[in-house]
């Protein structure tokens, strides 16, 4: 049997509900350069939560759930239904991404 010799992909999108902003979530940390552990740390919640976020667990509290997207600097945002329904899966992704390096802040100066 061969031996793996990177880490296991599993398809998030498969995972249910959570799937893309599970995949989301694994992006950005690792973008950040983050291990599990360091977000664990940084979000102040057990490394098993990162790992059932990563792997699209619907288990996951919701607490918890916002603790870790706010140390990743992702937020999460509730739409009706109606205006959920006519965003295609592009720009339901647009909605899902990680947050640009412009700022949001507004100078009257």
Aim: charged content about 30%; glycine content about 6%; cysteine-free.
């Amino acid at each position: 049997m061969p031996t793996r010799t990177g880490p296991r992909r599993t398809r998030r999108e498969d995972a249910g509900p959570l799937g893309r902003l599970a995949t989301l979530a694994a992006e950005r940390r690792r973008a950040l350069r983050l291990t599990q552990r360091e977000l664990a740390e940084l979000a102040e919640v057990s490394e098993r939560s990162i790992q059932a976020l990563e792997a699209g667990k619907l288990s996951i509290r919701a607490d918890i759930l916002l603790k870790i997207l706010d140390a990743l600097g992702l937020a999460l945002a509730a739409l009706p239904k109606s205006h959920a329904r006519r965003l295609s899966g592009a720009e339901a992704t647009a909605v899902l991404s990680a947050p640009s390096d412009r700022s949001d802040r507004h100078d009257d100066s």
